[in-house]
């Protein structure tokens, strides 16, 4: 079975920073393209970030750019998102996701789904 599990979410100020992690189980974690989604209140779930399984090459949503990074340690099984300069509009619940190509899991075809961590970023 597998499973996705994000933690480090929580309440900060804007400008500051959090990392979020997901631990991966019953996959084969070093094929797959690994992924964050996030959805606030009222809001469609968006993409924010991808790296392929090899590290080679990683994509984010034009709105974190420059403020976002994504990677990932196939030996243990996690992929990371580092935020920094958060903003109140980065306000969501974060979603660890997996799928078989950096295309599909922009494009939203996910395979696997975390339950997701919650982000808040005060003013």
Known sequence: QVQLAESGGGLVQAGGSLRLSCAASGVTFSMATLGWFRQAPGKEREFVAAIEWNVSNRQ???SVKGRFTISRDNAKNTVYLQMNSLKPEDTAVYSCAAGLS??????????YWGQGTQVTVSS
Not at 102 to 111: G, K, P, S, T
């Open 60 to 62: 984010y949503a034009d």
């Open 102 to 111: 950096l295309y599909n899991v922009v494009r939203n075809r996910i395979d």
